[in-house]
């Protein structure tokens, strides 16, 4: 009886008493999270992986500037997370954040859906792929409305980005053994939410906006992020919510590398206990982490170095942050500065990623796309094989083969998590490859019958299009192992202080990812503008004429290199003591 009386540390209820381990958090609380997550990526999915239709037919960008315009809104979206993961920690809580985020992307869903209905804020019908036509690009006062609507629904996905996640993990106690393995199972079932909700956009709101309108698809998608915000908010008397600090980690994490720059011509002590730490029984009252000095990065612990010109010791009461930091606030920092090099190493994977989401749709639009002979597939739910997979893999993963393979290695999640990176990076490369092997075959279909001109939809190619299945697949199955993967790394490896922000790190690497691949498609370009006929690999709205082949080759190519880098590092990588 005891037991249901037992307070979670660190945690409160939504009127700020201590959270009670039998009546706040749990499987219970996080299935709802889970269920609200699913419902955003209903309503957001289908923008991912269709939004360059919408940008190339609709708003008459060309096919390379509307594959651009994807990436920048996706990275935006992925890198206003850390500042929102700022704002939940020192200011609205997790809670609040995720509350305010699902409300914008409300509103800019309906902005769009206002301007997908009337003809006036968006330009007049043109065929893009007719030579001959002279297709206006949005511009002007509707160009304005299409960026702020779409830059609102990035700001609103960062916050669930940011804030949801670690929500969820805030439902677990690392500290009890049977939730700590819960939390394990919440991050793989996290993915599984993402696929459902992903499965049901892919489906559904896909070939609502490409047979019914986009004015439709994105009615639909409003409905499924209100839905998904009633059904987060009918959980608040069951959350266990984490107590708002006055500083956020990140804020604290620069304030070391501030210090270790004014002090950098400050001399370390011998001893490392000379450093700057608070007394543990001076802050019994208090919460705190407390890490143990380690020999590494040196130059970071001049930030905890207390000293005044004078050569008297300064009083730690009186001294600015930004100049003097605890010994476990620099440790913090060194965590994050090892990781650093496995983050790198994960931003070419999104890089690959950007391509399935936006040429290997345009390929899609050029197949034959005949499922039945009365219904027809939208090349954007080819998405949804990978998806698919991911949602009968996950509970066989999560279930059959951790509890195997935890019996052979004695790992509590089978595999290290830098383990499931690699298997991940790996066939990122290979999805390339097979990538570039479908393209050069679709080609060579519509060379050989002379269809090089084809109108797209109105004049498929002869192959169907589920040839393009075999990279999404793939790719499926990387994104189980990399992305949960780095998910649960971040979190596990961070220390106490920063796990609120553990998960912006993969958000960030999937941002750089994204605008790593607008460069990387006007570098290309660049590069081969004087050696092809049409001025570059992937120039145009033709993509019959354009060499988007060897563009996978180069991407695949790139894949391989970063995953032999990524062995070295992981290697090199020790994981920290969680005593």
């Known amino acids: 009886m005891q037991e249901k009386f037992e307070v979670v540390e660190g945690k409160v209820d939504w009127k700020g008493r201590p959270a009670f381990k039998h009546k706040h958090g749990g499987t219970r609380s996080s299935l709802l999270i889970l269920v609200a997550f699913g419902f955003e990526n209903m309503a957001t999915f289908a923008l991912a992986v269709n939004l360059i239709t919408y940008f190339n037919t609709v708003m008459h960008f060309e096919l390379a500037d509307a594959a651009n315009q994807l990436t920048n809104y996706m990275g935006a979206g992925y890198i206003l997370s850390i500042l929102m993961a700022v704002l939940a920690d020192t200011f609205l809580g997790r809670f609040k954040t995720v509350i305010i985020s699902g409300c914008l992307e409300f509103l800019a ?10 003809p006036k804020l ?20 509707n160009a304005a409305f299409l960026y702020v609507a779409l830059y609102t629904l990035a700001i609103g996905s960062a916050g669930i980005k940011a804030a949801l996640p670690s929500h969820g993990a805030d439902q677990f106690d690392e500290k009890d053994p049977k939730e700590a393995l819960q939390m394990s199972s919440f991050f793989n079932q996290l993915l599984l939410g993402v696929c459902g909700g992903g499965a049901a956009s892919l489906t559904l709101i896909v070939w609502i906006q490409d047979y019914k309108g986009w004015d439709w698809g994105l009615g639909i998608s409003s409905a499924a992020i209100f839905f998904g915000v009633v059904i987060f908010t009918a959980g608040l008397p069951l959350y266990r919510m984490h107590i708002v600090s006055e500083s956020s980690a990140i804020v604290q994490i620069l304030q070391v590398y501030v210090a270790a720059i004014r002090n950098r011509n400050l001399v370390l002590p011998e001893d490392s206990a000379d450093l700057y730490e608070i007394e543990r029984d001076k802050e019994a009252s208090v919460e705190e982490d407390f890490l143990p000095h380690r020999n590494i990065y040196r130059f970071l612990d001049k930030a905890a170095i207390q000293q005044t010109p004078c050569g008297q010791v300064e009083t730690p009461e009186v001294s600015s942050p930004w100049k003097l930091c605890r010994v476990t606030q620099v440790e913090n920092a060194k965590v994050i500065l090892s990781m650093v090099p496995i983050f790198c190493c994960t931003i070419v994977m999104t890089l690959c990623l950007a391509q399935l989401q936006t040429f290997s749709i345009q390929q899609g639009l050029t197949m034959d796309t005949k499922l039945t002979n009365s219904f027809h597939i939208p090349p954007a739910s080819l998405v949804i094989i990978p998806v698919s997979f991911i949602i009968l893999i996950v509970p066989i993963y999560d279930k059959i083969f951790v509890p195997f393979a935890r019996k052979l290695t004695g790992i509590p999640t089978g595999i290290t998590h830098l383990q499931r990176v690699g298997v991940g990076l790996v066939l990122s490369s290979i999805s390339m490859a097979v990538a570039a092997l479908m393209e050069a075959k679709r080609k060579g279909v519509a060379r050989d019958h002379n269809m090089l001109d084809a109108t797209p939809v109105l004049q498929p190619l002869p192959i169907s299009t589920f040839w393009l299945s075999f990279q999404f697949f793939i790719f499926g199955i990387a994104d189980l192992f990399t992305y949960v993967g780095l998910l649960e790394f971040f979190y596990s490896e961070a220390p106490k202080s920063l796990k609120s922000v553990s998960t ?15 460069i990387v498609v006007k570098i290309v370009n660049s590069a081969t503008k004087g050696i092809t006929s049409n001025g570059g690999w992937l120039i145009g709205n033709n993509i019959n004429r354009n060499h988007l082949n060897l563009f996978y080759w180069l991407l695949s190519i790139l894949s391989f290199i970063n995953f032999c880098i990524y062995i070295s590092v992981a290697k090199r990588y020790k994981y920290r003591n969680h005593k």
Do not use: R
């Open 109 to 118: 869903l309906i902005l769009l859906m206002i301007q997908a209905h009337y």
């Open 122 to 141: 968006k330009p007049q019908p043109c065929n893009m792929f007719d030579k001959q036509a002279h297709c206006e690009t949005v511009g002007g006062g």
């Open 504 to 518: 912006c790190f993969l958000w960030s690497s999937m941002a750089l990812g994204y605008f790593l691949s607008t």
